[in-house]
Every structure is written in structure tokens, then in C-alpha cells.
């Protein structure tokens, strides 16, 4: 997008400074940069995950920043499903019915180990990673994932929807866009998060 | 029956080579707490006797599969089977615990309930149930409780599986 | 959108049969009394008033809560029978979050344990792995250093305070105080980055193990620790304003879920819940482990068995606490952190490098493992939750032949068909949040 702005384009530069009150771009463009930044997640915490999931959305860590403190308990308000927790055999048949339930555009985020593959419970009683029943797109390990590990995994979400690559990448093959972050600590360099082509 | 002397209400008769007995069945101390082992016709009887002695909320009710570890050491007169129910009670006014382990036999699994003298035994009756097949005679809903409804198998039996996936991963392999 | 099946498939994979709440005409007489929530034995009338009203089942409507709701307690599904907004009868099913521990806990060495255990009750993940640990410690039979003692009381006990902060904020929300939320997280975060600073984690730490805790307490410990003290009381304060006296609130929570002494005990509820109905039973009390004898502090008691006295309980076993923890801070004894048995605990890294016994001990225990010797134990704590056991049962190998955990919150889930029925649907909300169920120790 452009705009009569001072610095250039006003998704990195913001609205400030700008002479006129209109800017121009392509319709994809901003719908995208609509989807990035009011992204509503769904209630799906299940174990541990899900009470670092709560501390993203509270003050400390604060989603919110991002437009993401709204979480909808119902899915077909919602756009995406952050699976906190292990799936177990009884939960996995719900899951996929409220994956279902959510209306396209609709992402997942596979939160912490036990989501991903099954974590430290390689037994009978877990489904060995949630993307044996939904199309996962970024993965986020820990055990659990620190509240900044789980919003990388978010920002990087929105960074692959902002630049199209998840949207187009589904309609060819239908599956998530399989990136994966690295857990973060505090104070460490950014980490550069290459996607899998 | 014969001459025998009834049990006495606690601890051992006055005699050589005699177990102690509470209730008429053996009991052991392990630990500080008092093991009884009732067989399972007398099971409920036992339990209903140490509610009225002050035992009257019972912590908690589990099974145990000795399968691979049949030698395990039980006073005299007990025999050894392949399930065993555990029952840990505790006495509020004394602070004191003690423990009720019945054996159960593997092609027989069946054992009276405990609901009607402690219904908060509800739920862990139904766990023993879902995990290792032995099924609770009286009990109002035994269904299963943490498989879904259509799972073969009781999972915490030692013949079942864990049911580990082959991870490719350069590590130390599973101890089984 | 693209499923191969239809909705029917998915009708019938979320349906759990017979574990869920059936239409009157298909239960059988004694689990309808036990839906309605009948504890004691009843008279033959009571009994059959019960379980008759109403008279033709199309007046009532059997509705469905979760195991995916907004509610944040977990998975949890209660089936809930309606007359109107009235609850008549209800039934949890639980099992959503069933992974297999004890069974897992059967193929890890003892040192490897408290890592499954730990994620069981998530929210008090400290009490499970001491539950463990001294259960293991009594079959073998060590005695563990003072140090190790106290920092593992000062460890749960500010882990009783984090898990009852985050009680406080789900609770809050649960009935509408949504800034509870906010508030409740705000405080839970700080005591989670003490325990960053001390243990490497905020959660799951996998500290407190077999012989001790894992390492010793970080230099300015109690500089932290007591800031974090000095910010809570007025915070407290700010709950107490928001909350305690507030008409809405007592207007949710007062006879809301209430529950009697007898039928607590009889359910096998423990925790805040039966000391919300007035008995004075507090395992830290009544029968101490750790060196909950030499500190100082009160049991926190209610009087009327509902909701608001179980929030105000929570509320004031956080002051208690924190009462607790100051006199860890001050009484916190010098010596060894872990026990120097070498059988059990590893040795210090540094020392693999110069000495070769140091470095077999290692390598035994961190493949082999160490063994046990033969026997069963029953051990138990006081968690946020109430009771928490651990049954081992030991065939003198390095693994538990069998491990149990007595879960409070499954043992007091029990207590909901009773709390719920005859209230409205936004009681059975506060109830439910007033149990403070953690699903991880329920379904294990």
C-alpha cells in the first residue's frame, strides 16, 4: 500500500504524518493487513499450555498490542485456534468439530510439545501431534512455551499472512504452511525463521 | 465350626505363631499404617466395621495389576491373585490412615462396590474399572470414565501396551 | 470446511454413549438419584420425589457444557438436564484429557518421574512432584537435609499462593469480574518469575526430586522474594474492595453450590471445599509433613459450605501463605540442598570430570537409574486442591511397578451433581469455578 505519507508505507510507518487522508493499494493488500492485525483466537486451552496462553492475554505480556486479546469462545467467530495442550483419544473427534465450526480464513497453532508431536507422552492415551487431525501452520515448541515464545509464534503467523504466503499456499495443497519457531528466550537475538518451500 | 476362639476386635490373640488379626482377617503395619486383607466375601464387612471404629472417609481406591510381579509378600493366608484393589481410609478424629487391599482373581474380576458406605467412591471405582477390567457389583454407572466409550482394552492392565509411536530419534531406545 | 464426512460422523464420535447424561425414561434408578445429586441415604419418599419430578420428560431439555467452553477451567463436560434456566440434574464426563501418566510412570526411572507428575495438577505443579519425591523417599528411606526441607515448603507454598491467585482471576471472570483476570495474572506472573529465577522454569519444573531439590537457591533469593511479599498485601486489599463486600458478588457466590459437612466427607471432597463446610481438616495441620510444624500459621475455616466461603478461604490462605514464607526467608537453614547419599542423588557436574566414581554414578542414574527396595507407600500432601496422595508400589526395580496418584479434583468433582441441582445455569458456573477443578489431576 502507499499513501501521501511522509515515511512511506503506513503499515510500517503508521497513519502519523500523513498530508492527505487517503493512501491507495492493492485490495489484497489491505485485507491481508486486516486479517493480521484483529486475528480473534478461539478458547482452545486444554492443559498447561493454556495457562501460558492466559498470560499472553494478560497485562504482563499483553496480546492485546496485537489485537488478539478477544477470545471467542465461540468458533464461528473466530479465526484462529491455538491448541494448548495435549489431544487425547476422547478430545481429538471435538477438536476437529470445532476446527470445523470456524469459517475460512482460519489458521492453527500447534502450542507446545504435547500439540506438536505428542511431547513426553508417547503412549496410547495422546493423538502424536494435532496435526494428524488439522492442518497446523506454525508450530510452537516448549513444555510450555513461554508467553514471548507463543506471541513469536504469533507475530511470525502474521508476518506469513501478511505477505500472502500461508492464504496461497493453502489453496495448492490444502495443508498448513508448516513453520517452525524456535523457543526464545528474553534478551536473545531475533531468531531469522526461513519456511520450508 | 469347631473350637476355634472368635477373632478378636483388634490386634493379635494371645498365642504362639498366630497372625495378628483386626476385624477376623489378617493385618500387617507398613510404615506406620495398619494393612488389612480381607478377602472379597468379607470385603465390605471389613470396611463397614472400620467406618464405624472412626475410618469414615476413605482418601482414595485404586487397583494394582501383579501380573509381572506375582511374588510380592503377603502375610499367611493370603493368596496371592493377579488384581488387587487398594483402599486407603482415613480417620479424621485419630489422624490415623489405613489400608484395605483385597486380592481379586484374573479370570474372575468382579468385586462388591464400596458406594453405599462411602459414595465418594464413586469415580475412582469407575477409574479401576475403565483401567483394569474389574468390574464393581452394585455399582450405579460403571461406565468408563477417561477412555471414550467404544475403547477395547484396559490400558493399565500390564499386558497392554504402552503404545509407543517409533520416533526417529538418535537417542537412548525405550526400555521396552 | 473440506471434511469427508458429513456432520452425522462428527455426531457420533463426540458421543460418549452411555457415559453421558441419558433422557429419565433410560436411567436407571440410582444413577437418576446420583445425577440429581443424592448423597445420603433418603427415605423412600425423598427418594422417589427425587427422582419423579417432572412428570413428562418434553418439559425438561438435556444440555451440553463443553468440553470446549469458555469457562477456563480445562476440559471439563457437564451434561446439565434444564427445566427452564433450573437445573435439575447434571453429570460430568470427564476423560478429555486422559494421557496415559500412571502408565508412563510405570516406564520412567524415579528420577525421571517427577517430569510426568508434574504436569498432572499444572497450576500447583510443585506439590506433585513433592508428593513423589517423599513417597519415594520413604520407601527408601532417607532423610533429607534441613535445607532441602525448607526450600521445598518455601517453593509450595509460594506455589499455594500462585495457584490460588490464578483461582481468584478464573473465578472472578467465571461470575463477570473480568478484571480479576487481569489482576489475579498480574500477581501469578511475579511469583512465576521468582520461580524462573530459582528453578529455571515457570512452570513443570521438574525441581524438587528424590533426596532434595535439584539446586540450590540463587544469590538475592530473598530480596525478590521479599518484594514480591511487601507488593501482595495491598493488592489483597484491592480484592477485598472489589470483591468481598460487593452486593453483586455476594449475591453470586452466597448458597451458591452449598454442600454439608457430612456430605463433603462422605463424597470425599477435601481442601478448600470440605473447610468451606466447616471442618477444620488441613493435612499441614492435623498431620505435618515437611516442617509445617515448626512455622506459624492459621487454617483458614468457613461456615456455610458455598462458593463465596471457598473464594474467601483461597483468599485468605494466600495471607497465610505468605505468612509462611516469610518465616521460610528468615528461618531458611545453611547446609546441603540435596542428600549426599551417592546412590541417589547425581554429583556435582564439575566433579565427573575428575573423578571416575563420579562419573559411573552418573551414568547409572541417568540410564539405569537407582533402585528402590520393596514395598508400598502412601503418601500425601495438602495441595491448593486438597488432598494429594501418591500410592508406589515398588518390585525393588528402578522404576515404579506401579504409581497412582489421588488426584483431589477427581475425588471433588464428585460433589457437582449435588452443588448444581435446584440452582440456575449461572450457579452452576460459579459452583463449578468454586470447586477449582484442574482437568490435568482429574484424568491424569
Same mark, same amino acid.
Given at each position: 500500500? @502507499? ?12 497513519? %502519523? ?6 493512501? =491507495? %493499494? ?7 493487513? /486486516? ?23 494478560? /497485562? ?54 504435547? *500439540?506438536? =508431536? ?20 506454525? !508450530? ?34 490444502? *495443508?498448513? &504452511? ?13 531468531? /531469522? ?5 | ?74 502375610? #499367611?493366608?493370603?493368596?496371592? #491373585? ?38 465418594? =467412591? +464413586? &469415580? ?18 460403571? @461406565? ?12 493399565? $492392565?500390564?499386558? !497392554? ?16 | ?12 464420535? =463426540? ?39 417432572? /412428570? ?113 482471576? @478464573? ?5 463477570? &469480574? ?30 524438587? $526430586? ?57 463424597? %470425599? ?7 468451606? @463446610? ?51 526467608? +528468615? ?55 486438597? +488432598? ?57
Amino acid at each position: 500500500m @502507499t499513501g501521501q505519507s511522509v515515511d512511506g508505507d503506513p503499515r510500517e510507518h503508521g497513519l %502519523g504524518g500523513m498530508p492527505h487522508n487517503f493512501f =491507495t %493499494g492493492t485490495l489484497e493488500d489491505v485485507v491481508r493487513w /486486516a486479517r493480521q492485525n484483529s486475528m480473534w483466537p478461539a478458547t482452545f486451552g486444554l492443559a498447561c499450555c493454556a495457562l501460558e496462553m492466559m498470560a499472553m492475554g494478560a /497485562a504482563h505480556y499483553d496480546v492485546a498490542r496485537f489485537g488478539m486479546e478477544v477470545f471467542r469462545a465461540s468458533p464461528r467467530q473466530a479465526d484462529l485456534m491455538i491448541v494448548a495442550g495435549r489431544v487425547s483419544q476422547k478430545m481429538a473427534p471435538v477438536l476437529r468439530q470445532v476446527y470445523d465450526q470456524m469459517m475460512e480464513p482460519k489458521w492453527v497453532i500447534s502450542m507446545g510439545v504435547c *500439540a506438536s =508431536t505428542g511431547g513426553m507422552f508417547n503412549n496410547y492415551a495422546l493423538v502424536q501431534g494435532v496435526d494428524q487431525i488439522v492442518p497446523v501452520d506454525v !508450530y510452537v515448541p516448549g513444555c510450555p512455551p513461554n508467553p514471548q515464545t507463543l506471541l513469536h509464534g504469533i507475530i511470525t503467523l502474521h508476518d506469513l499472512i501478511r505477505t500472502g504466503d500461508i492464504v496461497s499456499r493453502r489453496e495448492h495443497t490444502g *495443508a498448513g &504452511a508448516e513453520v517452525h519457531v524456535e523457543a526464545s528466550t528474553p534478551g536473545e537475538q531475533p531468531v /531469522a525463521i526461513t519456511s520450508s518451500r | 465350626m469347631t473350637d476355634a476362639d472368635p477373632p478378636a476386635e483388634h490386634e493379635s490373640v494371645p498365642e504362639e505363631n498366630v497372625l495378628p488379626m483386626r476385624h477376623g482377617v489378617p493385618v500387617t503395619e507398613e510404615r506406620g499404617v495398619a494393612v488389612l486383607f480381607p478377602t472379597r466375601e468379607r470385603y465390605v464387612e471389613v470396611v463397614r466395621a472400620l467406618y464405624d471404629e472412626g475410618f469414615r472417609f476413605c482418601a482414595d481406591l485404586t487397583a494394582v495389576d501383579y501380573l509381572t510381579h506375582p511374588g510380592r509378600a503377603l502375610p #499367611e493366608g493370603v493368596e496371592p #491373585e493377579r488384581f488387587e484393589v487398594v483402599v486407603q481410609l482415613l480417620s479424621h478424629e485419630d489422624r490415623t490412615r489405613c489400608r484395605v487391599r483385597v486380592q481379586i482373581p484374573h479370570d474372575d474380576p468382579v468385586i462388591p462396590t464400596l458406594w453405599p458406605v462411602h459414595p465418594g =467412591t +464413586e &469415580a475412582p471405582e469407575r477409574e479401576a474399572f475403565d483401567m483394569f477390567g474389574i468390574r464393581f457389583d452394585g455399582h450405579p454407572d460403571l @461406565t468408563r470414565i477417561l477412555m471414550p466409550e467404544d475403547w477395547d482394552g484396559y490400558p493399565l $492392565r500390564k499386558d !497392554y501396551a504402552v503404545g509407543r509411536i517409533p520416533v526417529q530419534f538418535k537417542g537412548v531406545p525405550p526400555p521396552r | 470446511m473440506t471434511t469427508t464426512h458429513g456432520p452425522e460422523w462428527l455426531r457420533a464420535e =463426540t458421543d460418549e454413549g452411555r457415559q453421558e447424561l441419558t433422557d429419565r425414561r433410560d436411567t436407571p434408578p440410582h444413577e437418576l438419584l446420583r445425577e440429581t445429586g443424592a448423597v445420603l441415604r433418603m427415605s423412600e419418599a425423598e427418594a422417589a420425589r427425587l427422582s419423579e419430578e417432572p /412428570a413428562a420428560s418434553d418439559e425438561t431439555m438435556i444440555i451440553n457444557m463443553g468440553p470446549q467452553h469458555p469457562s477456563t477451567h480445562g476440559v471439563l463436560r457437564v451434561m446439565l438436564e434444564l427445566r427452564g434456566e433450573e437445573v435439575l440434574r447434571s453429570k460430568p464426563v470427564i476423560g478429555y484429557l486422559h494421557t496415559g501418566m500412571e502408565k508412563t510412570g510405570e516406564d520412567l526411572t524415579y528420577l525421571q518421574g517427577p517430569t510426568n507428575v508434574t504436569r498432572m495438577d499444572y497450576a500447583a505443579p510443585f506439590f506433585n512432584e513433592l508428593v513423589y519425591c517423599m513417597a519415594v523417599e520413604e520407601l527408601i528411606g532417607l532423610e533429607l537435609p534441613p535445607r532441602a526441607v525448607w526450600m521445598r515448603m518455601l517453593l509450595c507454598e509460594l506455589n499455594r499462593m500462585s495457584s490460588h491467585f490464578l483461582f481468584q482471576a @478464573t473465578n472472578g471472570m467465571d461470575i463477570g &469480574a473480568i478484571s480479576m483476570m487481569l489482576y489475579g495474572w498480574r500477581e501469578r506472573d511475579e511469583i512465576l518469575q521468582v520461580f524462573e529465577k530459582i528453578t529455571g522454569l515457570r512452570m513443570n519444573h521438574n525441581f524438587i $526430586r528424590v533426596g532434595g531439590v535439584a539446586a540450590d537457591l540463587p544469590d538475592g533469593w530473598e530480596d525478590d522474594v521479599l518484594r514480591m511479599l511487601d507488593a501482595f498485601p495491598p493488592r489483597l486489599d484491592e480484592y477485598d474492595d472489589l470483591l468481598t463486600g460487593q452486593p453483586i458478588w455476594r449475591e453470586r457466590t452466597q448458597d451458591v453450590g452449598v454442600i454439608t459437612a457430612e456430605e463433603a466427607v462422605a463424597l %470425599g471432597a477435601t481442601g478448600p471445599i470440605l473447610r468451606s @463446610t466447616g471442618v477444620p481438616w488441613d493435612l499441614r495441620r492435623t498431620m505435618p509433613y515437611l516442617a509445617y510444624d515448626e512455622v506459624d500459621f492459621d487454617v483458614v475455616v468457613g461456615s456455610y459450605g458455598d462458593a463465596f466461603d471457598r473464594y474467601a478461604i483461597r483468599l485468605n490462605e494466600i495471607r497465610e501463605s505468605m505468612k509462611i514464607v516469610r518465616q521460610c526467608v +528468615e528461618r531458611m537453614p545453611t547446609g546441603d540442598y540435596r542428600v549426599q547419599d551417592k546412590k541417589v542423588t547425581p554429583p556435582p557436574r564439575s566433579r565427573i570430570d575428575e573423578s571416575m566414581e563420579a562419573l559411573i554414578h552418573h551414568f547409572k542414574l541417568f540410564t539405569e537409574g537407582f533402585k528402590v527396595p520393596e514395598g508400598e507407600v502412601y503418601t500425601v500432601v495438602e495441595s491448593p486442591r486438597g +488432598e494429594l496422595g501418591c500410592y508406589i508400589v515398588s518390585d525393588g526395580g528402578p522404576r515404579p511397578y506401579r504409581m497412582h496418584i489421588r488426584g483431589p479434583s477427581f475425588v471433588n468433582l464428585q460433589t457437582l451433581p449435588h452443588m448444581l441441582r435446584g440452582g440456575l445455569v449461572a450457579d452452576a458456573v460459579a459452583a463449578i469455578s468454586s470447586v477449582d477443578p484442574i482437568m490435568g489431576e482429574v484424568d491424569r
